[in-house]
């Protein structure tokens, strides 16, 4: 059985850098991605150029204390009540709920 084990495990580390590369974890796009994504989920403002700058500096943990650094910011300036742009802070789905809470009572 250990034979088996270290042979399945010698099969899977040469699989792993392929693995790891096909990620494409190290390319600006990466990141673009990553930011998109963060702004449709969360609804914060995050730049691309901004994370892969950061991951250069610092590598991954870099790039998420920019992610962490822009959430704080957002949500310091929603708990305060300054919200320089708040078409960029809410999320989606709060835009689309107030447009049709709007377009209710336009019909009204």
Avoid at 50 to 71: F, N, T
Wanted: aromatic content about 6%.
């Amino acid at each position: 059985m250990a034979l088996l084990a270290d042979g399945f495990d010698e099969f899977i580390s040469l699989i792993v850098p392929f693995l790891t590369a096909s990620q494409g974890a190290t390319t600006s796009g990466f990141y673009d991605l990553v930011a998109q994504l963060l702004n449709d989920l969360l609804g914060v403002e995050v730049a691309g150029s901004d994370l892969s700058a950061a991951a250069d500096e610092r590598g991954r943990i870099g790039a998420m204390q920019q992610v962490g650094r822009d959430l704080f910011t957002a949500l310091g300036n929603e708990f305060v009540g300054n919200q320089p742009d708040a078409g960029r802070v809410q999320g989606r789905a709060v835009c689309l709920a107030r447009r049709r809470a709007a377009n209710a009572r336009a019909r009204r």
